[in-house]
Structures are given as structure tokens and as C-alpha cells.
């Protein structure tokens, strides 16, 4: 069995197909990922589960991982929303859990290196750039945010903060969190409820 080259902390937060995804890609075989998965975890799954997931992200033998294009376009998403200081490690994770895209850690580190190899040099460097936040007073900026966890079990969370006093504005439960039906309504119940709009909105992109 591979060694234990992953750190707990790594694996904070990660649902049972995002770990059989990542152990896999670290060269685990099946009946590997069964032991970890009880032994590490706690967690007691069958061959045909584990079979499903990595059919599912498309990593069974004679399938390939998704397409280089898929990668950097979604890691170009990221580096234009918050995940701009994130290192190849966290836009790895980010990559499966926010997107469902399968990708190896060399692979994500390489292609940082070559579309944002600023960034890449002066983390390398402890130097990191910090962006500077701004927000005037109440109902000025607002942020959004989706939490996707539970979307296996057909639940997605939906949420919204002001940026000045951090109060939560809404906490939502609905079937999806990139449908505009939800994502409108709940807006457009906070501005009547304020009677007015907040001058700007973050959010990731989706």
C-alpha cells in the first residue's frame, strides 16, 4: 500500500467519492482504498461503490481524466475568484469538490506554473500579494456563497453575508445552487427587505 503522503488536514471536509478520487489518483488499488477508507476514515464502502466513483470521474481503466481544456479553464475561474492565493494543493481540492474534475497534483501544479507564474513565484517566495478589501458601511457589499456537500443527497446550501458587520442575510436549502430562479429570489427578497441594493456583490464564479 502507498505510503500516507496526505495530511489530515488535507482531506478536511471531503466526501467519501472526492477521497476513494484522490487516493486513487495516488496509485491506490481497489482493495487499497477499501483498507483506507475503513482503517483511516471509518468509513465501510464495497468494490462496487468504489467502481462506481471512479467511473463516475472517469479514472476505471481505459478511461482518461478530464481534458486539459476542462482543467485550465475551471483553474482560470478559480484564480479570477477566491481562490487567487491558493496553492496547487488547495486548487487541486477546489478542482474536485467545487467542480467534480479529476486531475493529478503534478498536473494542477504545472499548469499554475505556466498561467500564473507570478503568483507561483512569490508563493514559492512567502511573499504573497493581499489584495485589499473595501467596504464603505452596512448593505455596501454583500457576499454570496454555495456550499455543495450535501448535493449528493439532492440538498445545496445557499448563503449570503454583508461584508461590513458580518451579519448572514440568508441561509437557503434548495435543490441547486446555479439555478437563477433561487439565486434571483433570495436577492431580490434582501433588497425589498433593506429597500435598496448593496453597491457591490462577490461571489465565485458558476
Not at 464495497?46 to 466513483?53: A, D, L, P, T, Y
Request: charge should be positive; glycine fraction near 8%; aromatic fraction near 10%.
Amino acid at each position: 500500500m502507498p505510503a500516507y503522503d496526505i495530511q489530515d488536514a488535507d482531506l478536511r471536509g471531503m466526501s467519501s467519492s472526492q477521497l476513494i478520487v484522490l487516493y486513487r489518483q495516488r496509485g491506490y488499488s481497489i482493495r487499497e482504498i477499501l483498507g483506507v477508507m475503513a482503517i483511516r476514515h471509518g468509513k465501510i464502502t464495497s468494490e462496487r461503490s468504489i467502481f462506481r466513483v471512479l467511473r463516475r470521474y472517469r479514472l476505471t481503466r481505459g478511461q482518461s481524466q478530464h481534458s486539459l481544456e476542462e482543467i485550465i479553464q475551471e483553474i482560470l475561474l478559480e484564480l479570477s475568484a477566491s481562490g487567487e492565493n491558493a496553492g496547487y494543493r488547495q486548487k487541486h481540492q477546489r478542482l474536485l469538490i467545487n467542480h467534480g474534475l479529476a486531475a493529478t497534483f503534478e498536473m494542477v501544479r504545472l499548469i499554475l506554473g505556466l498561467i500564473d507564474s507570478q503568483c507561483a513565484a512569490l508563493r514559492q517566495a512567502e511573499r504573497l500579494r493581499r489584495r485589499i478589501y473595501i467596504n464603505n458601511g452596512p448593505n455596501f457589499a454583500i457576499h454570496l456563497e454555495f456550499w455543495d456537500k450535501l448535493k449528493p443527497y439532492g440538498l445545496s446550501i445557499h448563503g449570503a453575508m454583508n461584508g461590513f458587520s458580518r451579519r448572514v442575510l440568508w441561509l437557503k436549502c434548495c435543490d441547486s445552487n446555479t439555478k437563477p430562479m433561487y439565486i434571483s429570489s433570495f436577492y431580490l427578497d434582501y433588497i425589498r427587505e433593506i429597500n435598496g441594493i448593496p453597491v457591490r456583490v462577490y461571489g465565485d464564479a458558476v
